[in-house]
């Protein structure tokens, strides 16, 4: 259950985690007081991850917060994770009841499996909303949902997307754009293998022109796509794996002759 309070705009927003270490009757009251008594307002409370709750709190200044901690830490029924300035993931573990997965060792990749697609969309479309060029790239087996997640990101975002590349509903493949196409608000979606296996260097250019504008561009199969041309997996900002379940291993074997990427194949899939 999500609990909002009121909101005022002349405070600063703060994310507080914390761990349950003994849970009893009323602990979530005696944190609520002790914010009123500090005069910190809660936005949202939520459960995060098993015994953790995250609140969304505002703040006048940042010796309010001093306070808060130094009071929370003497506290035995409870352990602080985190108060910070919140980040995207704390907003939406708060407004989902959960943390998004994220690769240990590479910071910028993101994991989902296909009952997770309420949040991914959340994600995606708050990426989609921030100004200025972003490089995303999206990893899946056929039809595990990635196209379609990105244009209900899209929608979300009050994005106008734009196939560059695609199988959604047929084989695109583009080679140039109208003038008005060419804004910065919209959304450019590109699918690296279609790229790769089926378009001439006109399609080359004009990936190039989309790349250069400063606008969110979303790459389905970005490791096929950067093995086939002059981009590398570090030139993206953010990198999504989709999958059916956990344990599934996305791969693409592209050097086997009978793949599923084949050309006989190729436009049976809706990758």
């Not at 606008?215 to 953010?238: G, I, M």
Request: hydrophobic share 40%.
């Amino acid at each position: 259950m999500v609990i909002v309070w009121e909101v005022f705009m002349d405070k600063t927003e703060w994310y507080l985690e914390y761990e349950i270490q003994k849970n009893r009757p009323g602990l979530l009251g005696d944190i609520s007081s002790l914010l009123g008594m500090l005069s910190i307002n809660i936005v949202t409370i939520n459960g995060v991850d098993e015994g953790r709750r995250g609140l969304l709190i505002l703040a006048k200044d940042h010796e309010q917060i001093v306070r808060l901690e130094s009071i929370l830490n003497t506290m035995d029924t409870i352990k602080v994770i985190k108060l910070r300035e919140p980040k995207l993931r704390d907003r939406l573990a708060v407004r989902h009841g959960r943390y998004i997965q994220r690769d240990a060792d590479d910071k910028k990749t993101f994991r989902f499996i296909r009952n997770e697609l309420g949040i991914l969309v959340d994600f995606m479309a708050e990426l989609f909303k921030q100004d200025g060029h972003k490089l995303i790239g999206i990893r899946g087996m056929p039809r595990v949902g990635k196209t379609e997640s990105i244009v209900a990101s899209s929608v979300c975002a009050n994005k106008r997307w734009l196939f560059v590349s695609s199988t959604l509903l047929k084989q695109t493949i583009r080679n140039q754009l109208i003038e008005d196409e060419y804004n910065e608000n919209n959304l450019f979606i590109i699918d690296g293998i279609v790229s790769t296996r089926r378009a001439n260097e006109r399609h080359w250019q004009l990936v190039r022109e989309i790349m250069r504008l400063n606008a969110v561009k979303v790459v389905e199969h970005p490791d096929v796509f950067v093995q086939n041309s002059e981009y590398t997996l570090e030139d993206f900002d953010y990198i999504i794996e989709l999958r059916n379940d956990p344990d599934e291993e996305i791969t693409y074997e592209l050097e086997h002759k009978n793949s599923m990427f084949s050309d006989s194949e190729f436009g049976g899939f809706d990758f």
